[in-house]
C-alpha cells in the first residue's frame, strides 16, 4: 500500500505499475473511513486487479463552511483500517494539488436537472462541487470502475448521469448501504453525534422501512404525513422525506406510475445531516 500525495506522482506510478491488460477499481472518499467505505474497497478489490482509494475533504462540495470546518480528518486511523486490506495506492492530495488554479471553477457541469432536488435543492452548488472533483479524479487515474454508496443515492444518480452524458469509458458500481446495529446508516458525521442522538437516529431507517410497507396499500401523501407526523415529536428536524423515481429523481404521487421507486429522507439533529434512503420498488426483470 502505497501513500501517494501528488498527482504527478499519481500519473508516473499509474505509467508504471499498471500494465495495458489490468483493471484498475477507484473507491473515492473524504476520509474518516467506516465499514460502509470497507464495503466498497472489499468490492473493487474482488473485480479488479489494481485499487486506488482516494482521501480527500473535496472543498467545492460543501455550501457551508463550518461544516467544511469540521468535518472530520482522521488519516492516521484510516490508513490503519485501509492497511488490513489489498489496496495498491491511498491518493491524499492537498487542495492545491487537486485545483492548482484555485478551486473556484465557472463550469457548471450539465447534472439534466437532477440536482434540482432533495440534497441539491437544500444545498446549493454542492453536486457541482461533487461532480468537479470527481472528474478530475476519474482524468488523473482513469480507472475502470469506479465503487460508490447507494447511502448518496443522488450522488450517484448524478455521477452516472454525468458519466453518460460524457460518454466516459468507467463502469459505476453501485454498493448497498452499511448500517450500525440501530439500523443508522453509517457515516463519517454520525461520530459527531452525542450518544443519544445516535441511538434515537434508528428512528430514520425504521420510518423507511415502515414507508415501505405502508405504500403497499397507502398513497404517498398519507405515507408523508405519517412520516411527517413521526418527527414532529422528536427532536429531529425533517429536512424532507421524498417518493421518487429513481431515474428522473423528480418526486412522485402515486407509485404505480414509476416502475423503479426509492424514498429519500434527510433529517437535522445538533447541526449534523443525516440522509438515508430505501428501494420501494424495482422495475421487473423482463
Ligand atoms: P464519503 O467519504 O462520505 O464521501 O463517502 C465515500 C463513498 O462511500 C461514497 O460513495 C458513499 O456513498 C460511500 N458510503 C458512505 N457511507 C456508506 C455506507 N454507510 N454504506 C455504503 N457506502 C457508503
Redesign the pocket.
Known amino acids: 500500500m502505497k501513500l501517494i500525495q501528488s498527482c504527478d506522482e499519481l500519473k508516473a506510478w499509474i505509467g508504471s505499475n499498471v500494465a495495458a491488460d489490468k483493471s484498475i477499481g477507484f473507491v473515492?472518499?473524504?476520509?474518516a473511513l467506516h465499514m460502509?467505505?470497507i464495503?466498497?474497497v472489499k468490492k473493487a478489490i474482488q473485480l479488479n486487479d489494481i485499487i486506488i482509494v482516494s482521501i480527500f475533504v473535496n472543498p467545492t462540495q460543501f455550501n457551508d463552511p463550518k461544516d467544511l470546518e469540521k468535518y472530520p480528518r482522521t488519516m492516521e486511523e484510516d490508513m490503519a483500517l485501509l492497511s488490513a486490506y489489498k489496496i495498491d495506492v491511498i491518493f491524499a492530495p492537498s487542495v492545491n494539488e487537486i485545483y492548482p488554479n484555485g478551486e473556484k471553477s465557472n463550469t457548471k457541469y450539465n447534472l439534466g436537472g437532477l440536482d434540482t432536488y432533495m440534497e441539491g435543492a437544500h444545498r446549493p452548488g454542492h453536486f457541482n462541487g461533487v461532480v468537479q472533483v470527481v472528474l478530475r479524479l476519474l482524468d488523473l487515474i482513469k480507472p475502470n470502475s469506479l465503487y460508490?454508496?447507494q447511502?448518496?443515492f443522488q450522488?450517484f444518480s448524478i455521477i452516472q448521469y454525468v458519466l453518460k452524458d460524457l460518454n466516459l469509458p468507467v463502469e459505476l458500481v453501485v454498493?448497498p448501504?452499511?448500517r450500525e446495529a440501530n439500523g443508522l446508516?453509517?457515516?463519517?458525521r454520525n461520530e459527531r453525534l452525542s450518544p443519544l442522538a445516535r441511538a434515537n437516529a434508528s428512528i430514520i431507517y425504521k420510518c423507511l422501512k415502515r414507508s415501505k410497507v405502508l405504500l403497499i396499500s397507502q398513497s404517498v401523501e398519507k405515507v408523508k404525513n405519517y412520516v411527517e407526523k413521526k418527527f414532529e415529536k422528536t427532536s429531529f428536524e425533517l429536512e424532507y422525506f421524498d417518493i421518487v423515481d429513481v431515474f428522473t429523481l423528480s418526486p412522485i404521487n402515486d407509485i404505480s406510475q414509476s416502475e423503479y421507486v426509492a424514498a429519500c429522507i434527510a433529517v437535522s439533529i445538533e447541526k449534523i445531516r443525516l440522509i438515508d434512503n430505501i428501494i420501494i420498488k424495482y422495475p421487473k426483470v423482463k
Open positions: 473515492p472518499t473524504m476520509g460502509g467505505h464495503s466498497l460508490m454508496g447511502k448518496d450522488q454498493c448501504i452499511k446508516a453509517m457515516s463519517s
